[in-house]
């Protein structure tokens, strides 16, 4: 059982991917996809007159403000557009994809985040109206249902409030949720980059493996998005997932590239190439 | 079992056929729930700058022609938007639905009609690149899957051709085929009127009741989307269906309402009221 996170549909190739995943099922693995779509939902919300707003936490890290108008976008954009594209190719290509988002069956259940503390012109403020959550249940119990039926799940990054409100949810920690509930031999959490570099954007500098009890003094390698990669797999394994790879997502046959040990590796050290 | 054709979300009160819905399943009723969702995507056509373009065929109908980016719009709108606001708000009021559209497990699978012939400024001419399909097959396996698992699919009307393309669907006669293959008893096609009209818009000119084998004679009666409601009727009887009610999706209890008689019923003549 792999477990694999891409982006977008932009920037990662889209055809490269799902020919990929129609090889790996071919051979008889179990696959399900979690994938992305922040970059997408930014541009359409400029067209539809509703341009993202980003802001930076007391903790300091930037992100971005999802009012109730720009979760009905995002949903939109992640669940019917990104999720559909993939499920369109999939099909193309044999795999019986079946696109899924959080609320479906209350596939990824959680907390409701509420209001975010922000700094704001040097002053801490609190802002209200936020759509966004945090994963702490998934329903295993449908996507095996799915899966033994032979589908493939192909997941869109929203979750359902324990209240009933649908929430936006980050993609990298969605896929660790989901994997660790699936007790996935395997995460692979695709990016634009070879995995977690030393020295940004120097790709020569590539970390090739992390032991499991070191992920946090990688910490200050990562950037940007990169930081909710690593967030990710350490949840990931500390929730029995054997290995997380990070990986190219740019490549032929990335993921197969990845299970392969091109990337980083994070793992049990008794699991490092 | 009864299968239910609502529109997109405005217009038909989200907020009572949800909790419709709610009771029916409730009292142990198996419900299925197509929707539809062209307003809403010509509003967002306009406004990402790639307005809804419609063509009359030689046969005098209006219809939409659906491009590749019109489809993919289409998609992001029905599948992203007004199906995911659906399940959040039936997942809200304790109903576990699931929110599929054609494409997903080859859930809804036709022909892809890719040219229409047209009339233009008095001239025939076909015009090519159409995304949209009739459908073929249902796979109702998944559906059963589950419906029998408690779980209640909320259907977004796009389907998928035997190429493996994704095409847009009409949304009443796809309620058809679904209410077909699950060999439903009843299927309830909500409209913004009390069902059909002798006289339009003259509301008290509605028609109860209309035997099986009579359908054709009423199409005359038919204005705009109302044709495809009649086209759809007479799909799905012949197809098993034990009867089709045309009703008004604007009341309270929408639903209980079409099945205690209130709009215009179709059927065999034994199971008229």
Same mark, same amino acid.
């Given at each position: +059982? !792999?477990?694999?996170?891409?982006?977008?549909?932009?920037?990662?190739?889209?055809?490269?991917?799902?020919?990929?995943?129609?090889?790996? !099922?071919?051979?008889?693995?179990?696959?399900?996809?979690?994938?992305?779509?922040?970059?997408?939902?930014?541009?359409? *919300?400029?067209?539809?007159?509703?341009?993202?707003?980003?802001?930076?936490?007391?903790?300091?890290?930037?992100?971005?403000?999802?009012?109730?108008?720009?979760?009905?976008?995002? #949903? +939109? %954009?992640?669940?019917? =557009?990104?999720?559909?594209?993939?499920?369109?190719?999939? =099909?193309?290509?044999?795999?019986?994809? %079946?696109?899924? *988002?959080? @609320?479906?069956?209350?596939?990824?259940?959680?907390?409701?985040?509420?209001?975010?503390?922000?700094?704001?012109?040097?002053?801490?403020?609190?802002?209200?109206?936020?759509? *966004?959550?945090?994963?702490?249940?998934?329903? %295993?119990?449908?996507?095996?249902?799915?899966? /033994?039926?032979?589908?493939? @799940?192909?997941?869109?990054?929203?979750?359902? *409030?324990?209240?009933?409100? +649908?929430?936006?949810?980050?993609?990298?920690?969605?896929?660790?949720?989901?994997?660790?509930?699936?007790?996935?031999?395997?995460?692979?959490?695709?990016?634009?980059?070879?995995?977690?570099?030393?020295?940004?954007?120097?790709?020569?500098?590539? !970390?090739?493996?992390?032991?499991?009890? &070191?992920?946090?003094?990688?910490? @200050?390698? #990562?950037?940007?998005? +990169?930081?909710?990669?690593?967030?990710?797999?350490?949840?990931?394994?500390? /929730?029995?997932?054997?290995?997380?790879?990070?990986?190219?997502?740019?490549?032929?046959? @990335?993921?197969?590239?990845?299970?392969?040990?091109?990337?980083?590796?994070? #793992?049990? &050290?008794?699991?490092?190439?």
């Amino acid at each position: +059982m !792999i477990v694999v996170k891409i982006g977008g549909v932009e920037g990662l190739g889209i055809e490269p991917l799902c020919a990929d995943v129609a090889h790996l !099922i071919g051979n008889g693995e179990q696959v399900v996809l979690v994938h992305g779509g922040s970059h997408r939902t930014n541009v359409i *919300s400029e067209k539809l007159g509703h341009p993202p707003r980003f802001v930076t936490s007391v903790s300091g890290h930037v992100s971005r403000y999802t009012d109730r108008e720009t979760l009905e976008i995002f #949903a +939109m %954009v992640v669940a019917g =557009q990104v999720n559909k594209l993939l499920v369109e190719r999939l =099909q193309g290509l044999g795999v019986n994809a %079946v696109g899924l *988002s959080g @609320p479906d069956g209350r596939l990824l259940e959680g907390r409701r985040k509420s209001a975010l503390k922000i700094v704001e012109k040097g002053k801490r403020k609190v802002l209200r109206g936020e759509w *966004s959550g945090v994963i702490q249940r998934v329903n %295993v119990s449908l996507l095996r249902l799915l899966l /033994d039926h032979g589908y493939t @799940p192909v997941i869109a990054p929203l979750a359902i *409030s324990h209240e009933g409100e +649908m929430v936006n949810v980050d993609g990298d920690r969605a896929a660790a949720a989901v994997a660790a509930a699936l007790g996935a031999e395997t995460l692979v959490l695709l990016s634009n980059v070879p995995g977690l570099l030393r020295d940004f954007p120097d790709e020569g500098s590539l !970390i090739r493996s992390i032991g499991r009890g &070191e992920v946090e003094a990688y910490f @200050p390698y #990562a950037r940007g998005r +990169m930081k909710k990669k690593l967030l990710g797999a350490t949840e990931a394994l500390e /929730d029995g997932v054997g290995r997380v790879i990070i990986a190219d997502g740019r490549a032929q046959n @990335p993921i197969r590239r990845a299970l392969a040990g091109e990337g980083t590796v994070i #793992a049990q &050290e008794s699991l490092l190439f």
